[in-house]
């Protein structure tokens, strides 16, 4: 293996005592983020306020963060299966605004794992959400590693966000989009159902299901603010999705300082070039095509391993952005096909063989 993958198989490792299992122009500052006030006593009354108070909580998810993740099967749907053990762990995660246009605002998620001593302290690229007011079109998740363009209406856009979600490599995971609601003095967005891919704690050890169809709550509390989930776990690959069980998620952020923030500091400073160019190709692969998929089944990890790994070598100053922005977008390409099988075709192949469709500028 690599030197650089080796230590990206480290950081990967440490992740998974901690989080990572689950899945720039007028940057907002982290001081001005952290006095925003995402609550308000009265609900906005205009188109104006409205806007603003959309704003001021997205920027509130920003900071720095002691996280749970905490899931929970609950009812199953399948003779004889039985709802597995509730999943919780925790970790030390920041959450930085790394693009805000006004109508649009990227905030990215770095974990940072170790304890100085027996694991050392490092930086893990954690999730992306990126939040569009009114968006004429978002990538809806199909099933077996394949995205669809869709059209957004009017009437469904109209004083709406899409949230999308990436991710660690900046590839897709799921998108929807919702209005934010202020009239009970707190700010929630709630997305209607929407598809996405296997979370890793169950696409690393688990083969019995393959897409959920979630509804996300997201809402700014006291405190930081908290992430729910209601999840429904689809088998795919027959004539209908078959639901084979629901679950919880609740994944609160409580604000939190006591951990090394200037290393995810440090990282992002060092490598965030590089992973601007690797958003921009994945922009261009959307903007250029309605049915986009990964030639590959399952957890992606030898595709986001080589990425996180080239990353690594500018982290470490082996590779500039140029260098590496290069390297990771020819593998990029390789995994990518613009013109994939149909899902039940996909998942009944298991690995594919569209290679030969491989995206290409």
Excluded at 255 to 280: L, S, V
Excluded at 282 to 301: H, K
Aim: proline share 4%; with cysteine; net charge negative.
């Amino acid at each position: 293996m690599k030197p650089t993958l080796i230590k990206s198989s480290l950081k990967l490792g440490a992740v998974l005592c901690t989080a990572f299992m689950l899945a720039a122009c007028n940057t907002t500052s982290q001081s001005s983020v952290s006095m925003v006030a995402a609550q308000a006593d009265t609900a906005p009354t205009t188109t104006a306020e409205k806007f603003e108070a959309d704003r001021k909580a997205i920027l509130a998810m920003a900071g720095d963060y002691k996280v749970k993740f905490d899931f929970q099967e609950t009812v199953s749907f399948k003779k004889g299966y039985e709802p597995k053990e509730r999943y919780v762990t925790g970790a030390h995660e920041m959450v930085r605004v790394i693009d805000d246009t006004g109508e649009f605002i990227s905030l990215q998620h770095i974990l940072v794992v170790g304890d100085g001593d027996e694991v050392p302290f490092m930086p893990i690229k954690h999730w992306r959400q990126d939040w569009q007011f009114q968006p004429t079109e978002i990538m809806d998740f199909v099933g077996a590693n394949t995205w669809v363009k869709r059209d957004v209406s009017l009437a469904e856009r109209a004083g709406k966000w899409s949230q999308t979600v990436y991710q660690v490599d900046d590839a897709p995971r799921y998108a929807a989009v919702a209005a934010w609601d202020h009239s009970s003095g707190a700010a929630v967005w709630t997305s209607p159902k929407s598809w996405r891919p296997l979370p890793r704690r169950d696409a690393t050890k688990r083969d019995d299901y393959h897409a959920i169809a979630a509804v996300n709550r997201h809402a700014i509390t006291p405190n930081g603010w908290v992430h729910e989930q209601d999840n429904a776990k689809l088998v795919l690959g027959g004539e209908q999705p078959a639901l084979l069980v629901h679950e919880i998620g609740v994944n609160t952020y409580e604000k939190f300082d006591g951990f090394k923030t200037e290393i995810g500091t440090e990282y992002w400073a060092k490598t965030k070039g590089y992973w601007k160019a690797i958003r921009d190709e994945w922009n261009d692969i959307f903007a250029a095509n309605t049915r986009v998929g990964l030639t590959i089944q399952g957890e992606p990890a030898e595709l986001y391993m080589q990425i996180l790994g080239i990353a690594t070598d500018v982290e470490d100053g082996k590779k500039t952005d140029e260098e590496a922005a290069s390297e990771a977008i020819a593998v990029l390409q390789s995994y990518i096909t613009t013109n994939p099988a149909s899902v039940r075709e996909r998942l009944h192949d298991g690995e594919t063989t569209e290679s030969s469709e491989a995206y290409s500028r």
